[in-house]
């Protein structure tokens, strides 16, 4: 079993940074793919970047260039550091662990408001 707990939202001035983290207990494998979700009010959760197997990370068109994915398999956390913040990026942030076998693991959120 895993637990996910995400921190770091907050609210931030369109072009600002903020660096979400998401600490996992229980055990976390080299293999499984980490990523971080997000759900704007109003619309359906949306993936934003993934970090599988050897650092490989990938990014929504939305966020590339701006976001960075990165994750500490030794300390089982994983981080989102946003930087250039827009209004649009204004979500509840997810944390998520697929593991090979197929199980999926979920946080609970963290809120980001980006203010104009």
């Known amino acids: 079993q895993v637990q996910l707990v995400e921190s770091g939202g907050g609210l931030v001035q369109a072009g600002g940074s903020l660096r979400l983290s998401c600490a996992a207990s229980g055990s976390i494998f080299s293999n499984d793919a980490m990523g971080w979700y997000r759900q704007a009010p109003g619309k359906q959760r949306e993936w934003v970047a993934i970090?599988?197997?050897?650092?490989?990370?990938k990014y929504a068109d939305s966020v590339k260039g701006r976001f960075t994915i990165s994750r500490d398999n030794a300390k089982n956390v994983m981080y989102l550091q946003m930087n250039s913040l827009k209004p649009e990026d204004t979500a509840v942030y997810y944390c998520?662990?697929?593991?090979?076998?197929?199980?999926?693991?979920w946080g609970k959120g963290t809120l980001v408001t980006v203010s104009s």
């Open positions: 998520n662990v697929l593991r090979s076998n197929g199980m999926n693991y």
């Open positions: 970090i599988i197997i050897g650092g490989s990370a």
